[in-house]
Each structure stands twice: as C-alpha cells, then as structure tokens.
T-cell receptor
Framework: ETGVTQTPRHLVMGMTNKKSLKCEQH?????MYWYKQSAKKPLELMFV???????ENNSVPSRFSPECPNSSHLFLHLHTLQPEDSALYLC????????????FGSGTQLSVL | QKEVEQNSGPLSVPEGAIASLNCTYS??????FFWYRQYSGKSPELIMS????GDKEDGRFTAQLNKASQYVSLLIRDSQPSDSATYLC???????????FGSGTRLQVQP
C-alpha cells in the first residue's frame, strides 16, 4: 500500500455518460496529480494541485474536469468521453509540487465504448 | 520538445546477471532523476532517486547520473525473475511542477 487510494479500479462507460474518479491520500502530502497512461506511451501529466490550487493544466480537453476540495482528496470528473480516452488513469501525491518523488495509487482502468 | 528517452526493450537477461537500463533526457536544467518500477497491471513504484553526478547504491540497485552527457542509468545486480517489470525513468524539467516520464524499458529476467 502506497497510502494513495483510487476508486473505482475499473470503469466502463459510454460516450454520453458522466462519471467521476476518486483519489484519497493518507500521507499528509500537499500536492496531488492526475496522470494518464496509454499503451506504449509515456505517462502523461494531466493536472497538478498544490494546497488545493491547480498549478498546472497540461492542455487537457475540457471533457476532463478536476476537483480538489482539500489536500487529501482529488477527483476527475468525466463527461462525453471518446474511445481514445480509454487508458489507465493514475493519481499520485508528493510532499510538495516541486518535482519530488511521487507516490501513485493503483489506478483506474477506464474503457470508453 | 523536451523529452525523456528510453529503449522500450524487452531487455532479456539471465537470472543472476547484471541488468543495465538507460535513459537520456533533453532538458539541461533538470536536477532530479527517478527510477520507477511498474509490474504488469500495477501502478509505478519508486525504487531510486539521484540528484548529483556519480553513482548511488541501494541494495542490488545502482543509479548512475552524468549530467554533462544528459544520461541516467539503473543497474540491477544479481537479477531475479521477480525483477521482471517495466522500468520508468522520470526527470524533473525546469519550470515544471511535476515529473516527465519516459516510455519505459521492459525487463525480462530468465530463470
């Protein structure tokens, strides 16, 4: 256990559905991240939050909407997704958002039909 | 575009051998370097970090950094079948608030 918990582990959704991914960290960290991992491609940074403030948005389509209500919780709201959005979505946390070592959750394997 | 490059592999080594994994990066301003291990179907886990030129050893793992050549490597001594996984190189980049990852090298340790 890394201290970062993600739910659900697996998600199948249609292109018209709305769903949310949840992440919770129990490490007392101040920064949280969403990464996308597709087959044969590097991990792609999506969003960075530091002390609940979004500090980096990596040109992610608006159909992905992050929310960070406090430093322990992070959500990724999904709507009107495309099949190419199917991937493993990883949440991570670190002590500070200054390129420190990341601790990853187990990920959500998302399939968009 | 700033990049982190790794050979995708697979790198196949016999049990007990030394596995050598390599990574190059393009941003000369990078200061922090990490190696993550990712088993199939699992999330990445940190195994080594290195911040200054030279070698850093931790058990069977040695990380090597050469900033002049923009090169970082990971050596795994006495490789075990349980080391079979994808190894991700991650680098900070100046001005970024998160790490940039390579595509990973898949390592296969043959019993």
């Amino acid at each position: 256990e890394t201290g970062v918990t993600q739910t659900p582990r697996h998600l199948v959704m249609g292109m018209t559905n709305k769903k949310s991914l949840k992440c919770e960290q129990h490490l007392g960290h101040n920064a949280m991240y969403w990464y996308k991992q597709s087959a044969k491609k590097p991990l792609e940074l999506m969003f960075v939050y530091s002390l609940e403030e979004r500090v980096e948005n990596n040109s992610v389509p608006s159909r992905f909407s992050p929310e960070c209500p406090n430093s322990s919780h992070l959500f990724l709201h999904l709507h009107t997704l495309q099949p190419e959005d199917s991937a493993l979505y990883l949440c991570a946390s670190s002590q500070e958002a200054v390129n420190e070592k990341l601790f990853f959750g187990s990920g959500t394997q998302l399939s968009v039909l | 575009q700033k990049e982190v490059e790794q050979n995708s592999g697979p790198l196949s080594v016999p049990e007990g051998a030394i596995a050598s994994l390599n990574c190059t990066y393009s941003d000369r301003g990078s200061q922090s370097f990490f190696w993550y291990r990712q088993y199939s179907g699992k999330s990445p886990e940190l195994i080594m970090s290195i911040y200054s030129n030279g070698d850093k050893e931790d058990g069977r793992f040695t990380a090597q950094l050469n900033k002049a050549s923009q090169y970082v490597s990971l050596l795994i001594r006495d490789s075990q079948p349980s080391d079979s996984a994808t190894y991700l190189c991650a680098v900070n980049e100046a001005g970024r608030r998160a790490l940039t990852f390579g595509s990973g090298t898949r390592l296969q340790v043959q019993p």
